[in-house]
């Protein structure tokens, strides 16, 4: 059986031929994404999934509720990855968990044979952004982690996807094998990578993923490459008052690498990223500090570009360190590639979203998004209708404000594609107390459903149509052709568990 | 009953005078000292005082041992608080203990009337410096607290010169209260200061107290004056990667303000001291930190000088605040005032010292004491022969090397003499893990007994002699002529329990 | 008479309606361009200016090459300005020198009556650049001025231009006035923003320029906003080894604000740029330094974001000072607008320079490129045939990088247009000494001929069609609505004639 | 002929002996210097040079106002050279010219034979202090070098000194060898070491010298060891607005190396000292700087604790370098050894200098030093009986604030004394607008007499007392033994002419 998506894919890309036959230069997707949602608006299999994600979403969503309030540390996200853990089990999938070394880690599967495809999740929160779903700063516990990026409805969805279209399948007697990643530690400690080295990806067709933001769009490629690393310098310690030329100070290298850092930003391409803290600052005011630690993230939308960028970082802690008479350890921490675009997905994830579409606020969400951005900073105009449209589909622009994410592995080994979803006020940005706040609410469980929708459509048409697996992964061998996937993170480093207090 | 110590004493004072009118300018003191110490060496008090300091050195040696080991930190010494208040109960003192909202703060008091001396002690440690009695970098376990300034020994070996004094008294039925403070926190948390304020001191005659050192010598005052404070600052977080342009980063003004305290040192006088550490230093390397924190303290020997190298402290943290668009909380922690000399008990304080003397180094020592100087800084050239001598009587150098102490707030008040005694092997300095280390060895334990004789027999001069005690007090008024005591603590602050956590 | 360009134009905006009215959003410009290409081809109007431009030439090479020589810096363009002059005084155009307050500021006028058309001219050279027309690094003079913006070839093809069209017009009774505007210190001294507020404007209806580079390409807006000041701090001498806590270091203060700065930039949008110099440092290291000067540029292709930098900046400067105990004074040097698009100008300055076209490199040519690519930085992928072709006409995007000029502020007054020549070998970008190199070659006055024909074929369409004019004013007005043009420069200030040594 | 002095002497060193003999610890020089004062008082070889002091003292008052008003830089003093070896010559010296490859330095040679005694002379004025005899800041011409170190008194008076001395030598057939040593640059041009290397006082017995001052007083050694070197920075030149990511800033460099500084301040000896300008701080803000210079000064007591230090300083600069990606050349400039204490002429010049004794102000001065005392920092508490007392004679105290001087070296190869004579408003500090005010006045001139005469008649004992001769380099071999001379300035380099420009 073929499904409607696979048919409307057949004739975009028929019509794709026709367009470039002519030899204009337009911006593909605008125009596809709109014919495309004409055409599949009718489409049955997506009816008969959609109905399904919302008679499971009272589930998901009081799972997506539930995670909020544990907001658990990467690789400690122990209650969080049992919960959906046992949701998955209870709707049918095998769970293997503690994968790749990863206590948090997971896979739930379903069905078998070709093609595998799989849906991402992740359930981590940040430190420090503890936040109650109030439009004014009001932390649930004062310094606790908190879910800034939105992961416990990024988890919650994606297994909202995952056991709506199992339930499809089953009914359709749909082949092949669906399987839902539970991927630890996105926030700096890179579960996937691990899940990559330890073969988890080698015989997954195509990887779906999605996220939380203040719009609708797909997400065709982007993403930062990054590298972290903690830059801990030993001194020699001594009485601060009583002989303080007795001492070198780790806190003065730590304190001058930070500095060299910000001089070295002028003369690195704009589009990079480089951003530290002191992790460790010095033990007490009166004793000259024999250790200090810097802890940094370096981003570029070219790994080659952040290779260079990364050895003049070393350089600078060198430098540091031999100003100052200090040794310097340099950890490698984490590292994450940008994500490697995949046109054919991005046209289907397209169609699909659009015909997902998205949502009306209703008077109380306006009232709470309205009250929210007035903490956000002036300057910011934020577009109160960008919950409701789908953006068209874009080439990923590298001047453009960008993050990063261990997906970003996974899709130089897999074809990949992605999409976010509006869970947040507009204006929101991720990492910051207003995202934790919103995704406690039902602004957040709204752009959730629209994701997980459009998740197990889009994985529907994958398992209805073997060309667009095909097609994908013709078009992920051209977009990696003459590279490598790489990981900075050294051969045989174990997940570091701990990294949240290294 | 007069005792010998009162009775040198008085010949000292006509000696002086007529030296004096001689119209000589000499190092009073150097001379005087050498004369008490011969005539005083017979003084049979002295004698039975000092055998009853060795009588009971066993318990205080070892309990000495026993805080070295519980290594707690500034108000949180409880065990041991507790162990030295049971000791001083079972010789026979009364305890108050949980004074001035100290919890680990007591008193222990003997006999009644006039007279009040006080004998003083420390028991806190220093984080970081857990350091088995090794002459090689061993901590007991990493990272915990040690008696790098040698508390361990100050505590036990002044609650050993109360009892041994305690006991003589009451053979010899000598009038007067004596008097044992247990005085938490002195490394950074000032608790003798909460103490004063609580009226603790107002009726003490004199006081004396120890510290542990490299070398015998008594201090006529001397020790810096100290301010600290914590500079929170507050800005906004974003996104690091995505929108750090929307970011006000805190820590950008900790880093600042650091800068900005090394560009001053040039320009404030040499003998100054102001060091600090990050004591928040960001949260995650992603999020531009809103909140971060700088802990600082700033020494000189005059107050008044401190208090215009204070106001520029200020304005250089509100200068990081203006470059950063943040803002900044100043939370002044704790400050201490230099030492107030006193003439008249340094005089007997230098015989006293001079009469007990040093100590020899057995075989055993002198290997620890050359393993261990390997590990100083090459160009320290220490003196193998210090413990075994005593320094002549010297002015305070305001360009020598000083530490603080909140003994100074108590000088201020009450008139006061210390000394120092041998209980760090020569080159070592405290603050370290080598000083930790000596601090639990026989190293440090006899240094602690010439203390506890020390200070037991010149308590028992002070019981002996009202014309000394008179002596003390109008070489106070005299020192003090002119001067307000004040403390840079906010009235009506309590002590900060917490302040190795803030 | 009709000009074959404005016949062009006309069927362009025709043709325009049309494509647009289907509702497709194309990148407008790269169609018409290209018709317009095609059908202007054989304009004789344009041919035989053309020609009068070659026949002009020789003159025009050889002053390009006399000024490159001279190497004036800004203001003090003394013999390049007189040199410019007396050619255009011998071509026949009436010359006013001396305007606007600026010695080497002058209008050399030719015909009357409306349009007023104007072309600018520009002659400064850089300091520090000083080059040899040879492919490795030769100063002339070791640390003399260069002319590293190649506003030798500038102001000699504009003025090629202006003559070449003179005698079209003269030829051919071509109604109108034509303006060459020689507008001193371009490069950080705003001579034509003095122009503008002495009214030398208010007349003009539209302005045309060029610029040297390494592509021929129209720029339709673009350019960074710039503001610049000297921050001078004072503080108080002192004898730096004697009394240096008397001190109070102007120096410390530049330290600090320069620190400061580079904190800054991660917090600014990355299209940003600030850049500065230490213009005075301290007289003698013996003293503390009394006064020093941090010379400063900002930029950003928005003024109203700059100006919110602007305000970060100041604050950062009295930062500085609060930290250290100096005063600052600000001293706006220079500050100039973005550069307003023309659409309706750009779409005939493209068919122009389409029609015009590149040019080849001889052997000799490609030689002297290759030679000098070789100090290129690694990574730097030239073009070499970028000079034989005309770049497709592109929106300005603001995250491309960008430099700053006074154009802009004409531009907020008078609709305009300008384009970039090939003069500069692919990869050398403007202010080095390649750009110096390549200034005083074969290569530079090839494109140099390119421009001077780009100018003269451009005007005289403007010339022959007053439809032209209009649509260029609607334009204007249409992209400057709402806004009003202003200055940071401050008002009634002079035209710092000594800038670069202030 | 012996004369009083060497009487005073002899009488002086038997005394010493009986004193030292009782075996007190006594500062020796007090006691001696109040015997010498009121032995010598009637001395009537001292009375007869002293009224040839003032005899001749017109001539060189006009002269050191003259080279007062000439505020010539180091090694560019040709008229204050000329001007002094004009009246030398006058007076009936030998003058050899364009020594040691200085072309202002120069010998004044009078007499033969044993011994050769040598009075120092400098004329160099620092940069920037150019000033009026005023009380308030009034520069005679702003930014123009000033004598804010009293060098035209010095070299005035101790010509002054030469000549009066000749006259009584002369008259009183006295044997031996009377040199003026013309030395310039002695703010940081180390001429005197330039001298020594050319062997210039390899014959010389003993050398006196004297410096402008704000007391009376003996100095016996002291002076702090001092190197100095510039440190450029290459980088790579880009524009700073279009490509700032191609640049290397050597500026970067720079600012990177002075906090580099500044975090290294903390961790040297509180009485060393480091200070630095930016000497090349960019060329132009909008390009990123291809070579910045910092020249630093560093000092300390010891030459030996300056090494270890200066050690570091380079690494500094070579971390900065590392930073940056910059290069680092490191041209030593100059250095300076303290001064070597000599007991046996420290004696005698204090002797001498009380027996001359101080001045008293007119109300007319006491007017001016008032008005000038208004410009101090508040704190400074100047007492105004300074210039009427002489201070008794005290050991070098390293950490007191002191300076450095190239007689350092001379005194590392010779017998050598100096002294301070109050020149300056008490409260004024050397390489100040203040210091040049005063030493155009009638107090500068006066505290030159006190100079003058105490060096002539200090010059005529030793002519008169071989024991004397033979006492001061006994002292100098005891007080150099186990040590040798070195200077860090580069062996061959020739002296630095331009230093002031480089």
């Known amino acids: 059986m073929q499904s409607a998506g696979a048919w409307v894919y057949t004739r975009l890309s028929r019509k794709m031929k026709i367009l470039t036959g002519i030899g204009l230069k337009l911006r593909t997707g605008c125009l596809f994404a709109a014919l495309a949602a004409s055409l599949s608006a009718q489409s049955s299999p997506h009816k008969e999934i959609v109905k399904l994600v919302e008679q499971n ?223 460790n600052g010095g033990a007490a005011p009166n004793v000259v500090p024999d250790t200090a630690e810097l802890f940094l993230y370096a981003r570029s939308p070219s790994l080659a570009t952040l290779d260079g960028i990364w050895a003049r970082i070393e350089k600078i802690g060198q430098g540091a360190a031999l100003m100052t008479e200090t040794t310097l350890d340099i950890k490698i921490l984490g590292s994450s590639n940008n994500i490697v675009a995949n046109d054919a997905l991005a046209t289907i994830a397209q169609a699909n979203l659009e015909e997902i579409g998205g949502y009306r606020y209703t008077a109380e969400e306006k009232h709470f998004a309205q009250a929210l951005q007035k903490s956000l900073p002036a300057g910011s105009v934020p577009d109160s209708e960008l919950a409701a449209s789908v953006e068209p589909l874009r080439k990923f622009d590298p001047n453009q404000p960008s993050a990063s994410t261990d997906v970003g592995d996974v899709s130089w080994n897999v074809p990949t594609i992605g999409f976010v979803a509006a869970t947040f006020v507009p204006g929101v940005v991720a990492h910051t107390w207003q995202a934790a706040a919103c995704a406690g609410t039902s602004i957040g469980q709204k752009g959730m459903l629209v994701a997980a929708k459009t998740l197990a459509v889009t994985a529907a048409d994958l398992f209805a149509s073997p060309q667009l697996v095909r097609d994908a992964k013709q078009d992920f061998l051209r977009q990696t052709a003459g590279t490598t996937y790489k990981s900075e993170i050294p051969a045989g480093q174990k997940p570091p568990i701990d990294y949240g207090k290294m």
Chains 1, 2, 3, 4 share one sequence.
């Open 57 to 279: 979403s009272p589930t998901y969503i009081q799972a997506s509720k539930t995670i909020w309030e544990y907001a658990e540390l990467g690789y400690h996200e122990e209650k969080s990855s049992t919960l959906l853990q046992r949701h998955l089990k209870e709707a049918g999938f095998g769970v293997e968990a503690g994968v790749a070394d990863e206590p948090t880690g997971f896979i739930a599967t379903y069905g078998k044979g070709r093609p595998v495809v799989a849906i991402l999740g992740e359930f981590d929160a940040l430190p420090g952004l503890s936040q109650a779903a109030a439009p004014d700063r009001s932390p649930v516990k004062a310094g606790a982690p908190g879910h800034g990026c939105g992961h416990n409805l990024l988890g919650a969805g994606a297994a909202l996807a995952a056991v709506a279209l199992k339930q499809y399948m089953e009914a359709n007697h749909v082949a092949g094998t669906l399987r839902y990643y539970g991927t630890p530690a996105e926030e700096g400690g890179d579960g996937k990578v691990y899940m990559i080295r330890a073969g988890l990806f080698r015989d997954v067709d195509v990887v779906l993923h999605w996220h939380p933001a203040s719009s609708n769009a797909v997400m065709n490629g982007g993403a930062l490459a990054l590298t972290s690393a903690k830059f801990l310098f030993h001194g020699v310690a001594a009485h601060a008052a009583f002989a303080p030329e007795r001492g070198r100070s780790a806190l003065d290298a730590v304190m001058l690498m930070g500095t060299g850092i910000e001089f070295m930003r002028e003369h690195i391409p704009s589009n990079a990223r480089v951003h530290y803290i002191v992790s």
